[in-house]
Structure formats: structure tokens, C-alpha cells
């Protein structure tokens, strides 16, 4: 059943039994978003949905799954929350609690804050953080547009679709190169594990471009923005005298490029403004347009506490029941699969047609002469870093598995998966109440290929596309012979090699296009 056959043409209508669809906010090819009347809860929420007919891999519906699940485990004013995740037939929703409001982009824009009221925002955004942070959950993508401000002065972050767990086992590619080039660290645009140190840079880029109105790091592309954040020296190169001086002192440790010099929690964060707690300042409609810094050291005189009501609605077989975007592409096949935990306040709802789950059956047993004999075996896989496993392309388990995989005797196509590395096939021969395993070091079957091109390229392995120059990491190949071809639309020939890469090596290649016009 696809999405689009589900959207009401008039606000009347309902989508998935439950939701009463006002307006249309956003719509894409796969995703939807809606302000929308909840039928059971009476009221106002934000419904997000995603159709998994015709995705272009599976990274759609982690991401989608996962920012439900990490929103459930939070629970801030400062956080936009979560009310109901679910499934409707080929279909996955999510509702919001609704948030009346403006992303920081166009309050940037606007340029109508006082520095107290910057402050006040500020101060919002590092106790959202401090949170998330104190839960495991890294954002990884916090910028202006995942920022909403009300009218009263409200902040709350947004969009933790590209957020992980540091404790989920299951979630293993956690330095995957993703977010928005702009507000990226330095260790983020590097490959390297992150930290919520990470998040602490972006906001400091923010906070940055909130008293100034201008990113500090926004080059004439992306490779010139990547090479600002790569390169810079914040105290020569980034202008903070039209700055006020706490946060002047602020910026100074929230854009060291070495992490290990940077601010190290948000809680930290809070203390360059000399407090842990920051008084309210009126609304936006009720101050000037401009000010000095006034700092009342006082602690906030209200916390409110929203209890959402559950309702257990039972409906129809297809329908559901409770139970228990200017993005660098992450590169992902398809992603592991996600535990909720126990503790989370929201669970998913299944229907009958479920996407991506397994379940496990019993061992196969025969009776001879009242005995029973085993009719299975094991397999157990080890892989280094990790793997997907996927047999007779049905997708089992991830590593590292904590028991083996009973299967019945027989022959079987084995298929290990990883993000960064090509997938490795091997035919098993599993025999009755044996085991079989089975190792692979990804490092030791694959080589790298490193390219070095001036000005830049867009890089094809046997016609097909792998990268963009400057490369943030070499290119990931199974040995063999290969057909290099680099492309640049300012010239009107591509450079054109037949290379050989080796298990273990990285082969790297010089190339200057200039170099074409003298031949």
C-alpha cells in the first residue's frame, strides 16, 4: 500500500485510523511530514511518515526507526518528543509532540535578538545537549534548521535522525561520515569515532553564527568548506571582538580542532556563562530589539511537566496496536538492526506485516525408535570490525553474536556485510549437530585506493561512481584489476587508467587535469 494512496485531499479525512490530517508541511519521494489531529490523544501533533516501497537502501528506514527510539529514551523540555511510533502496511510513522514555532535559521535571519536573549537561547541549547549527552546519544548533525524557537523564547532540538547510541552493540558504524559539511568537527569529517564533543563544536559553530550572522567555516563549495574546518586557527582566523566576552571565552574552547583541548561535556559548557541555571528573559515581542547583556543569576521559576496518555486501541488486522535533510550520504548498505530498550516510553507498534523482523524457530528434531535426533547444525560467524549476516539473502544476525545460528542440515549462500568494505560470499555445507565457522578480517581481503587530484574529481571504478575528491578516506576495493576513470565538468576529458590493487596496500595516484591541455 503505498503513501501517497493514503493522504487524505481534504483535512477531514484520516491517515492510518488515528491521525486527522490538517496540512501538509513537507513531501518528498519516500518521507511526508504533517500537522495533524491525533484522534485518541485530542491533539495537535506532527506526523512523520515513511513509505518502504521502493527505497533506495535500507539506511531509510534505520534512520527513520532509530529517531523514534532515541527520542523515547529522552525526556528534556528542551527536546522535541516523541508520542507514537508504528507501522501500517508497507508504511512507518512517527508523531511529535507539535511545537509551535521557527527554526534558528530564520530567527538568524530575522536578526531581531538581543544578546540577552542569544544568551537565553544559547544556555537552552547545552542543556538539551547535556541530556542527550548524559543518555549515550550523540545528535551529530546539530545546525540552525534541527534548532526550533518559539515566540516565548522556547528551544528545543529536533531531527535525531542521524543521532546513534555510544552503548548500542547494535549500532556499529558510529563514525560513518554523516552530517551537514558546515557544522561538522573536525574528527567528523575524519572518519573517527565520535564523541558528544562532536555536537559540542557544532553548537559552538551555531552560537557562533547567532551573535554574528554568518558560519565561520562556509567556503565558495563543500570542499573549501571541509578544508576551513580542517585548517583553521580559530583565535588568528575567527573574528570575535563584536562578540560578548563570555562568549568570546565560550567559542575559544567550543572550536578547538583538537578534541582533546575542546570543552568536554555541555554541563562544562554552561559554566563559561558563569551559571548552571539561566534566569528567562521576556518574550521576544515584549523586549527591545536591541541590548546590552544583563545576566540575572537566578534559577527558572517553573518546570512543566506534560503526562501523555497512553490509549490501547484495538482495531482491524491492518491496522495498528501498541505493544511493548543537505546531508553528506551516509554510507550504508543496509544497517543493523535496533534493540528498544526496556526502559523506553515508547515502543514501536507491529502490525502483521512487518519489515525486517525475524523470528526464530525451534529446532528441527526427527524421532527414531523414541530417540530423538538432531537434524541441525550451527554456524557461527567472527568478523572483524563487524558484520551483517545474511544467508540465501535473508538477513539473520550482526556480529558479534553471542551464540550460534541454528540452521537445518544443508547448503547455504553466506553473504557478510559491512558498510565500508565489499561484501563477502562464501557456500557453507552445514552438517547435522556440527558446527561450522566461520572468520573474516575485512582489513586482510581488501586494498585502498588513494587519489591525489588537482583541482578535483569526481572518482569511477568500472563505471561506477565511489567518491569525490579531496577524499576524507582512501577507497575500499577487493584485490584485482580495475578501470579508473576521473571526471571533472570543467574539462572535457577524463583522465582514463587501468590500475591493480592489492589485498593490504593502499595504491596511491597523482593527477592534475591542467595536465590534459598539453596533450
Given at each position: ?107 538568524i535571519k530575522e536578526n531581531n535578538l538581543s544578546n540577552e536573549q542569544k544568551i537565553y537561547l544559547s544556555v537552552q ?199 511493548d535533510d543537505n546531508l553528506i550520504r551516509e554510507d550504508v548498505n543496509t544497517a543493523p538492526k535496533e534493540n528498544l ?179
Amino acid at each position: 500500500m503505498e503513501i501517497n494512496n493514503l493522504i487524505p485531499n481534504n483535512a477531514s479525512n484520516i491517515l492510518f485510523d488515528r491521525f486527522e490530517i490538517i496540512d501538509t508541511l513537507k513531501k518528498d519521494q519516500h518521507t511526508s511530514v504533517y500537522l495533524a489531529n491525533h484522534v485518541y490523544l485530542g491533539k495537535k501533533i506532527i506526523l512523520k511518515t515513511l513509505s518502504a516501497l521502493e527505497l533506495p537502501d535500507q539506511t531509510f528506514l534505520d534512520r527513520f526507526k532509530r529517531e523514534a527510539k532515541i527520542l523515547a529514551r529522552l525526556d528534556h523540555p528542551n527536546l522535541i518528543k516523541v508520542l507514537d511510533f508504528g507501522t501500517a502496511g508497507d508504511n512507518f510513522y512517527i508523531s511529535f509532540e507539535y511545537f509551535e514555532g521557527k527554526n534558528l535559521r530564520k530567527i538568524i535571519k530575522e536578526n531581531n535578538l538581543s544578546n540577552e536573549q542569544k544568551i537565553y537561547l544559547s544556555v537552552q541549547l547545552f542543556k538539551a545537549l547535556s541530556i542527550a549527552h548524559q543518555n549515550g546519544v550523540v545528535h551529530r548533525d546539530i545546525k540552525p534548521e534541527n534548532i526550533l524557537v518559539n515566540t516565548k523564547l522556547e528551544l528545543k532540538i529536533a531531527d535525531f535522525g542521524l543521532a546513534f547510541v555510544r552503548d548500542d552493540l547494535f549500532l556499529t558504524h558510529k563514525s560513518s561520515i554523516v552530517g551537514t559539511p558546515g557544522y561538522m568537527s573536525p574528527e567528523q569529517i575524519r572518519g573517527q569515532e565520535l564523541t558528544p564533543q562532536t555536537d559540542l563544536f557544532s553548537s559552538g559553530i551555531v552560537i557562533y553564527e547567532l551573535f554574528t550572522g554568518k558560519n565561520p567555516f562556509i567556503g565558495k563549495d563543500i570542499n573549501d568548506t571541509i578544508n576551513n574546518i580542517l585548517n583553521f586557527n580559530i583565535e588568528k582566523e575567527i573574528k570575535l571582538s563584536s562578540i560578548p566576552s563570555e562568549i568570546q571565552n565560550a567559542l575559544l574552547n567550543l572550536l578547538h580542532k583538537n578534541f582533546n583541548k575542546r570543552t568536554k561535556t555541555a554541563l562544562d559548557a554552561l559554566n563559561y556563562f558563569g551559571i548552571i541555571e539561566y534566569n528567562k528573559p521576556q518574550p521576544v515581542a515584549e523586549l527591545p530589539r536591541k541590548g546590552k547583556i544583563k545576566v540575572s543569576i537566578l534559577y527558572l521559576s517553573a518546570v512543566v511537566i506534560i503526562i501523555i496518555a497512553l490509549v490501547r486501541v484495538f482495531t482491524p488486522a491492518d491496522d495498528v496496536q501498541k505493544t511493548d535533510d543537505n546531508l553528506i550520504r551516509e554510507d550504508v548498505n543496509t544497517a543493523p538492526k535496533e534493540n528498544l530498550n526496556k526502559n523506553d516510553k515508547v515502543t514501536e507498534t507491529k502490525t502483521a506485516t512487518n519489515i525486517g523482523l525475524e523470528t526464530k524457530k525451534k529446532p528441527v528434531t526427527k524421532k527414531e525408535n523414541n530417540i530423538e535426533k538432531v537434524t541441525y547444525g550451527e554456524l557461527f560467524v567472527e568478523a572483524n570490525p563487524w558484520a551483517e549476516i545474511y544467508i540465501n539473502n535473508r538477513k539473520i544476525e550482526t556480529t558479534p553474536l553471542e551464540q550460534g545460528i541454528q540452521l537445518d542440515a544443508g547448503s547455504y549462500e553466506l553473504r557478510l556485510v559491512h558498510p565500508d568494505f565489499p561484501s563477502y560470499f562464501e557456500s557453507i555445507e552445514i552438517k547435522q549437530n556440527k558446527l561450522r565457522t566461520v572468520k573474516i578480517n575485512f582489513y586482510e581481503k581488501v586494498g585502498y585506493l588513494d587519489c591525489k587530484i588537482y583541482p578535483w574529481g569526481e572518482i569511477y571504478i568500472d563505471g561506477k561512481y565511489k567518491s569525490t575528491s579531496p577524499l576524507l578516506k582512501p577507497v575500499v576495493l577487493m584485490p584485482g584489476n580495475y578501470s579508473l576513470s576521473i571526471r571533472n565538468p570543467g574539462y572535457n576529458k577524463d583522465i582514463e587508467e587501468v590500475i591493480t590493487v592489492k589485498a593490504k596496500e593502499t595504491l596511491t595516484l597523482r593527477f592534475n587535469f591542467d595536465d590534459l591541455k598539453n596533450n
